[in-house]
C-alpha cells in the first residue's frame, strides 16, 4: 500500500469517527424529540458520508452495513416509519459496529471477516421493505449539503478495484465525497501531532534562549543590537503564544459521546437523565482534553448513580421525573473551570460522617469538629463510598479519589458542594496547559529545585514566634491552631537535611496538607517540564527537571511522591489510594513495586509490597494484650489480632519502643497487624534480584540504597506462623 | 578496521567506538540529583536537553574518588543522549577487531562484563568497553526476574 493510499485511509478513519460522533449525540437528540429533523438529517448525511467513502476505497461489509443502515434512515426520514427508543438503540449499535470495522481496518489496512451480518438482517427487518426501496444515495435532494455530496454515487458505482485494496491514486486525487461544508479552500489542514508537540518544545526553547540572552542585554549599547534585540523578544513570545494555540481545542470535542453515555447509564440505572451541555467551545491543550475524560465520565457516573433519584423518588419529592445534568465549561484567570451538577438528592453531611467513621477514614472525635462542607468533601477520601449498593455501575469505593487524583496529577483541584434535597456540583479547575508550568524556584540544601504552584496553598517564614517544633521527633509546624506536619526538601529528596531551614512551603494534595522545609525560594517562573531520562527514571520524587534562564538544571519536585509519605507515616487508611494510583497509571506500573521499607531490631530492615497492605497505625507498646495465647490490639472500636515480626522471624530480644508500628494485612481473610519498631519510608522500584531462602515468609531480598532489604510476604508469613488468623474464608 | 576514540580516566587507557561518539563537551554547571546512584554525577544542559553524566570510574567499581573532571564524551542511548565523564580524551585509531584480545579472567567481573578486549600495541594497555553494556548497566532494569 502506497504512502498516499495510508493517508487516504487515516483521512477516512478520522472523518468518519468524527461523523460517528455527531451521528450518536444527533441520535440522542432525536430520542429525546423524534420530530428534530435537523438532527435526522445530520444522521443521514453522516451515514451516507461513511458510505460513499467506503464505497469508494472498496469497503465492501462497511459499505454494506451503511447502505442497509441509511436504507432505514431514509425512511424515518421521509416520514414511512416512526423513531422509536427501539430504533435508537438499532442506530446505536449500528455506530458502535461501524466503530469496531473502523477499528479493524485501522490495524490490519484491510477488513475482516464480516461480523455483522446479524445486526444488518435487524436493520433490514426494521426498514420493513420487502419492497426495493430507493437507494437514498440516489434521492437525497432534501440534504442541504446536496452538491457536495453528489459525486458519491458516480464514484460507488465505479467498479471495484478488488475488495481489500486501496483505489489507485488518481481516483484519489479527486476530493474525498464529505457530506460536510469541507470545500477545496478549507482552512484547515490535519497535522500529526508528533510535530506538533515538536513544534511547541522548540517555542519553548527559543523562549528560554532568549531568556538567557536577556541577562547580557542590560551590558549593550548600541541602538542596533538594542532594537534586534526588542524585536526578537516581542516574535519568540508571539510564536510560542500561536504554536501553544495549535494544541487547543474546543473542551466540546470531548464531550461528544457524552449524551450517549449519560443515556446508556441512567437506562442502567432505571433512572431518567438528561444532560445539558454548556461552554463547549472553550479551548484548553488537546492533551488535557484526553486526560479528562474518565475523571469526567466517572464523575458523570457518580451522578447518575447517587446522585439523581429513581422516577418515583423524584416525583414523590415534587420533581420532574427527569433528572438533569448541567455540564459546564468557562475560561477564569488563565484557568479552565468545569462544573457538573445535578439536582439529584444531594449529599447527607450525616450520612457521610457515618460512613467515614465506620471506614476508619477519620475518627468520631474529628468528624464532630468538622463543618458540613468539610465533611461532604469526605467523598473525597480513598476508599469511601456513600452508595447503599455496589451497583454494576459504581460503588466499588474506587470513586471520587480517583477523580481526585487525575486531576490532581494534570497539575488540577476539585471541590464538591452539596445542598441536600437539591443536589451536587463538582468543581474542576485544571491549567490551560501543560507543556507550561507555573513553579516555585526554591533552595534547600544549597541547591534548587522547582516546585509546581498548582499544589501551593501559602509560604510562611520560620521565625522565633512561629518555630518548627517536634512531637516524637516528628517536626511540626502550628499554622493558625492546626498542627501541620513537615518533611526537609533536601532529606525527602534523598540528599542531607538542610542546615538552614527557614521557609515552610503549605502544599494541599491528595487529601493532606502539609509543610515542605526549605531554605528560601528565588522566583516563580514558568517552566518547561523536561523528562529525567533513562537513568534516572526510578526517582520518584521528581517530576522532571527543567531549563531556568540563567541556563541550569533544576529538579521538579514531585509534591504527590512526598505527599504519599506524609500519608504513609500519617496513619491514613493507603489501601485504596494504591488501588486508585494502579488505576491511573496501569502502564509504568507494571514492573515497579511500592515497597513499604520497616525497620526491625537494631539493624534489620524489611521490605512490605505496599498492595498487602491494608493500613498503617502507630500504638503504643502497651496497648499490645494477650488473650488467650493471642497478641491483640484495639484500634478504632475493632478487636486486631497481632503478630509481632520479631517473633515471627525470631530475630531479636531488643527491648520493645514505646511505640510500634502495625502493618495491617486483609489478605489472609482476617485483617492481622504485623507489629514492627518502625515505618521507614515507601520505595518504588523493581525487585532485582531474588532466591528462595528457607526462612518461611521471606520471598526474596532487594537493593535499597545499597543495602540488602529482605522482601517479607505477608500472607504467608501470616499463615505460617499464625495459621488460625488465615484460615477463615477469605 | 574499528574506529576508536581513547581516552584517559584514573590512570587508564580506555576505548569507546568513535562512531558511537556524538561530541566531546566541556561540563559547566553540573546539577547533582539527590538521590540518584552513585555512578550518575548529575545533570547537565546540553543545548536545551537534560543530558545525564555518568561516572565511569563509580560504575566500573575503579579504585579511585569519583571524577571531578569537566570534559565528557556524549553518546546516544537510544532516543536519548547521556554523557560520559573523563580526565583527558588522546586519539582517534583505527584498529583490526583482530589484534583485539579477550580480557584476562583475573579481570573483575565488573569491568570483564562491561568490556570487547585488550589491545597490546599501544604504549600502554588499551581497554575496549562495550558502550551497549554500559548503557544497559547504567540504567534501571525493566524486566523482573
Request: hydrophobic fraction near 45%.
Amino acid at each position: 500500500m502506497s504512502d498516499l493510499d495510508v493517508e487516504i485511509l487515516v483521512e477516512f478513519l478520522a472523518e468518519s469517527r468524527e461523523n460517528l460522533d455527531q451521528m450518536e449525540r444527533e441520535l440522542v437528540v432525536l430520542e429525546r424529540d423524534p420530530r428534530a429533523q435537523t438532527a435526522l438529517h445530520a444522521i443521514f448525511r453522516a451515514i451516507h458520508t461513511i458510505k460513499g467513502t467506503a464505497g469508494f476505497l472498496g469497503l465492501d461489509h462497511l459499505q454494506h452495513l451503511t447502505h442497509v443502515g441509511e436504507s432505514l434512515l431514509s425512511r424515518l426520514r421521509d416520514g414511512e416509519l416512526p423513531f422509536t427508543p427501539t430504533l435508537a438503540s438499532l442506530l446505536l449499535r449500528l455506530v458502535d459496529a461501524v466503530r469496531g470495522m473502523l477499528g479493524h481496518i485501522e490495524r490490519h489496512q484491510a477488513e475482516g471477516a464480516d461480523t455483522c451480518a446479524d445486526l444488518a438482517a435487524e436493520l433490514a427487518r426494521a426498514t420493513d421493505d420487502g419492497s426495493d426501496a430507493p437507494t437514498p444515495a440516489a434521492a437525497a435532494p432534501v440534504v442541504p449539503a446536496d452538491a457536495a455530496v453528489e459525486p458519491a454515487p458516480a464514484v460507488e458505482r465505479a467498479p471495484v478495484v478488488a475488495a481489500v485494496e486501496l483505489a489507485p491514486p488518481p481516483a484519489a486525487a479527486a476530493p474525498p465525497p464529505a457530506g460536510g461544508a469541507r470545500t477545496p479552500t478549507d482552512p484547515t489542514i490535519r497535522v500529526d501531532v508528533g510535530v506538533l508537540d515538536q513544534l511547541v518544545n522548540l517555542a519553548g526553547e527559543l523562549v528560554l534562549a532568549r531568556n538567557r540572552l536577556a541577562q547580557y542585554v542590560s551590558t549593550w549599547t548600541d541602538p542596533g543590537h538594542l532594537a534586534s534585540w526588542q524585536r526578537l523578544h516581542q516574535i519568540s513570545s508571539q510564536l510560542q503564544e500561536q504554536v501553544m494555540k495549535t494544541r487547543m481545542q474546543p473542551i466540546g470535542a470531548g464531550w461528544a459521546k457524552l449524551p450517549r453515555t449519560v443515556r446508556d447509564l441512567a437506562s442502567q440505572c432505571g433512572k431518567q437523565v438528561r444532560i445539558e451541555m454548556e461552554g463547549g467551545e472553550t479551548e484548553l491543550d488537546r492533551t488535557l482534553i484526553e486526560a479528562i475524560r474518565d475523571p469526567l465520565t466517572h464523575a458523570l457516573r457518580n451522578a447518575i448513580d447517587h446522585g439523581i433519584e429513581s422516577p418515583s423518588d423524584r416525583l414523590a419529592a415534587c420533581k420532574e421525573a427527569e433528572g438533569v445534568i448541567r455540564l459546564r465549561a468557562y475560561h477564569d484567570s488563565g484557568q479552565v473551570h468545569i462544573e457538573i451538577a445535578d439536582d439529584g438528592a444531594g449529599i447527607r453531611p450525616d450520612r457521610v460522617r457515618a460512613k467515614a467513621i465506620e471506614r476508619g477514614v477519620i475518627s468520631a472525635d474529628a468528624a464532630a469538629r468538622m463543618s458540613d462542607a468539610d465533611l461532604v468533601r469526605l467523598v473525597f477520601q480513598p476508599g469511601f463510598s456513600t452508595a447503599a449498593v455496589v451497583t454494576s455501575v459504581s460503588g466499588r469505593g474506587v470513586g471520587m479519589d480517583v477523580v481526585r487524583s487525575n486531576i490532581e496529577k494534570i497539575g488540577g483541584q476539585v471541590d464538591l458542594a452539596s445542598v441536600p434535597g437539591d443536589g451536587t456540583t463538582l468543581r474542576i479547575t485544571i491549567p490551560l496547559t501543560l507543556a507550561i508550568l507555573p513553579a516555585l524556584i526554591v533552595e534547600s540544601g544549597g541547591q534548587r529545585y522547582a516546585v509546581p504552584q498548582a499544589m501551593l496553598r501559602e509560604l510562611v517564614r520560620i521565625d522565633a514566634s512561629h518555630p518548627i517544633e517536634h512531637v516524637h521527633d516528628a517536626p511540626v509546624f502550628r499554622l493558625r491552631g492546626r498542627l501541620l506536619p513537615l518533611i526537609d526538601l533536601a532529606a525527602a529528596v534523598g540528599d542531607a537535611p538542610s542546615q538552614h531551614p527557614r521557609l515552610v512551603m503549605v502544599i494541599a494534595t491528595d487529601g493532606v496538607e502539609f509543610g515542605l522545609v526549605v531554605d528560601h525560594y528565588h522566583d516563580s517562573e514558568e517552566i518547561v517540564v523536561k523528562p529525567l531520562g533513562r537513568h534516572l527514571r526510578d526517582l520518584t520524587q521528581y517530576g522532571g527537571a527543567t531549563i531556568l534562564g540563567d541556563g541550569g538544571v533544576v529538579l521538579i519536585v514531585d509534591a504527590r511522591t512526598l505527599a504519599r509519605r506524609v500519608n504513609l507515616l500519617g496513619e491514613v487508611a493507603i489501601a485504596a489510594t494504591t488501588a486508585a494510583r494502579d488505576h491511573g497509571a496501569a502502564g509504568d506500573a507494571a514492573s515497579q513495586r511500592s515497597l513499604v521499607l520497616v525497620r526491625q531490631g537494631e539493624h534489620g530492615r524489611f521490605a512490605v509490597p505496599l498492595e498487602d497492605i491494608d493500613r498503617i497505625a502507630e500504638v503504643p507498646t502497651e496497648a499490645l494484650a494477650r488473650t488467650g495465647g493471642d497478641l491483640v490490639v484495639q484500634l478504632h472500636g475493632d478487636l486486631l489480632p497481632v503478630l509481632r515480626l520479631a517473633d515471627a522471624l525470631g530475630t531479636d530480644g531488643a527491648e520493645p519502643a514505646s511505640l510500634v508500628s502495625l502493618i495491617v494485612c486483609g489478605r489472609t481473610g482476617q485483617r492481622v497487624g504485623v507489629a514492627v519498631d518502625q515505618v521507614l519510608d515507601i520505595v518504588d522500584l523493581i525487585p532485582e534480584r531474588r532466591w528462595s531462602n528457607h526462612r518461611l515468609g521471606v520471598t526474596g531480598t532487594v537493593i535499597v540504597d545499597g543495602g540488602v532489604v529482605e522482601l517479607l510476604d505477608l500472607p504467608g508469613l501470616i499463615a505460617s506462623h499464625a495459621p488460625h488468623l488465615s484460615r477463615s474464608t477469605p | 578496521m574499528t574506529r576508536l576514540c581513547t581516552f584517559a580516566l584514573a590512570d587508564r587507557l580506555l576505548a569507546i567506538d568513535a562512531d558511537q561518539i556524538r561530541e566531546i563537551v566541556t561540563l559547566r554547571d553540573l546539577t547533582a540529583v539527590p538521590g540518584s546512584p552513585r555512578h550518575v554525577r548529575g545533570l547537565v544542559n546540553l543545548r536545551g536537553q537534560i543530558v545525564a553524566c555518568i561516572d565511569l570510574g563509580v560504575l566500573l567499581a575503579f579504585d579511585c574518588p569519583p571524577t571531578s573532571k569537566q570534559l565528557a564524551v556524549v553518546v546516544a542511548d537510544g532516543d536519548e543522549l547521556v554523557s560520559m565523564a573523563v580526565d583527558r580524551v588522546v586519539d582517534v585509531i583505527e584498529l583490526d577487531p583482530g589484534d583485539i584480545e579477550p580480557v584476562p579472567p583475573t579481570v573483575p567481573r565488573v569491568v570483564a562484563d562491561s568490556s570487547i578486549g585488550i589491545y597490546q600495541g599501544s604504549p600502554q594497555l588499551l581497554l575496549i568497553l562495550d558502550l551497549g553494556h554500559l548503557l544497559e548497566v547504567s540504567s534501571p532494569r525493566l524486566e523482573v526476574s
